[in-house]
């Protein structure tokens, strides 16, 4: 199965965790960053394999030095460009890349505009190659600012802004802390995902979803924990889980990523026994750069080491589509795209 060339479609993508290793340095370089961990291109790239970190904290860190370049408006919009035009080769027909702008202000610049740096970088590679997109501007949730965030996020519907997520480290950083910035962005009729079940049990997801009102959540494995699993395989559910499957709400997993920052194995991520047992779940890559991911990896993974047939990998990328923070028109246009492109 050639599964580079296949349609794909992708919600949870982090702009501060796909940069080229050679355009940190280069900004690095312009901006006067001397903080770097490497000085060639290579040395950067293995630093930044996160692979054997094993803890969310250590991985979290590694975006000091990714933040500390991206503290321009021509900065932000080359990354964004990059970024647009990297998943484009990688087979994305459309992606949601999130980003928080308060970590781009330290040099002067208002989250709006740094909003506007990255629409104008999204907008050129949707220019010179096709692909569609999405913002996610994200909230981080041990910071205290969610309700301003929130605020830039409602008016910056006009540069492509679809929806609001909160990041950073979970544990200890319970959901509804935020409850005023999510209230402000059911309120204002947009999309509301949250990064939950990741480094935290089901608790947080409930209090994600229930509370919070998130639409979809970014990751959500900790979901088996509410499940009775005999022989990888789900065989009852709790009241939440039975929530989460029968209400379709769509978990954003991240295979790789997820295996850097929990320890486990791929062979054993929860994403085959939840898609057995019907679970909404879809595939991303999280941190392309902290990870050594991109679409085609993780979806090579799924088939390879997960079983995934191509019947499998169309699903998840028409559920993904479907969970999309995009437009019904947009919805419409790119099934026939994934349609043909998974016909053999
Ligand atoms: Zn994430």
């Keep these: 199965m050639d599964i580079a060339s296949l349609p794909k479609v992708l919600l949870h993508d982090h702009l501060d965790g796909g940069l080229r290793p050679t355009t940190i340095l280069e900004l690095a370089e312009e901006v006067g960053y001397g903080g770097l961990p490497a000085d060639t291109a290579e040395g950067l790239e293995?630093?930044?394999?996160q692979g054997t970190s094993g803890s969310l904290p250590r991985y979290l860190e590694a975006f000091t030095h990714t933040v500390a370049v991206l503290q321009t408006a021509p900065a932000i919009e080359r990354v964004a460009y990059e970024c647009g035009v990297d998943l484009h080769a990688d087979g994305v027909v459309y992606f949601e890349s999130r980003y928080a702008p308060s970590l781009s202000t330290e040099a002067g610049l208002s989250r709006r505009e740094v909003l506007e740096a990255m629409a104008a970088g999204f907008r050129r590679a949707e220019q010179e190659t096709g692909v569609l997109w999405g913002i996610i501007v994200d909230a981080m949730r041990q910071d205290t600012d969610s309700v301003e965030v929130a605020q830039v996020a409602i008016d910056s519907r006009d540069l492509g802004v679809v929806a609001f997520d909160?990041?950073?480290?979970?544990?200890?950083?319970?959901?509804?802390?935020?409850?005023?910035?999510?209230?402000m962005i059911r309120e204002a009729n947009m999309g509301l995902t949250i990064h939950a079940g990741e480094a935290d049990g089901p608790d947080s997801m409930w209090r994600a979803i229930q509370r919070c009102g998130a639409h979809r959540l970014g990751h959500?494995?900790?979901?088996?924990?509410?499940?009775?699993?005999?022989?990888?395989?789900?065989?009852?559910?709790g009241s939440l889980a039975t929530?989460?499957?029968?209400?379709?709400?769509a978990l954003e997993m991240c295979p790789y990523s997820n295996t850097h920052t929990s320890g486990r194995a791929l062979a054993r991520h929860p994403i085959r026994p939840l898609h057995d047992a019907g679970f909404n779940v879809t595939v991303n890559t999280d941190n392309r750069l902290m990870s050594r991911t991109s679409m085609t990896k993780e979806m090579t993974a799924l088939h390879e080491v997960l079983g995934f047939t191509r019947r499998d990998l169309e699903r998840l990328t028409m559920r993904a589509?479907?969970?999309?923070?995009?437009?019904?028109?947009?919805k419409d246009r790119l099934y026939r795209v994934i349609k043909d492109g998974f016909a053999e």
């Design 243 to 249: 929530y989460v499957r029968d209400f379709r709400v």
């Design 46 to 49: 293995e630093w930044f394999d």
């Design 220 to 237: 959500g494995g900790a979901i088996l924990v509410d499940c009775m699993v005999e022989e990888d395989a789900v065989i009852a559910l």
């Design 321 to 330: 589509l479907k969970a999309s923070f995009s437009s019904q028109g947009v």
């Design 166 to 183: 909160l990041a950073g480290p979970e544990a200890g950083f319970p959901p509804d802390d935020h409850l005023e910035a999510c209230r």
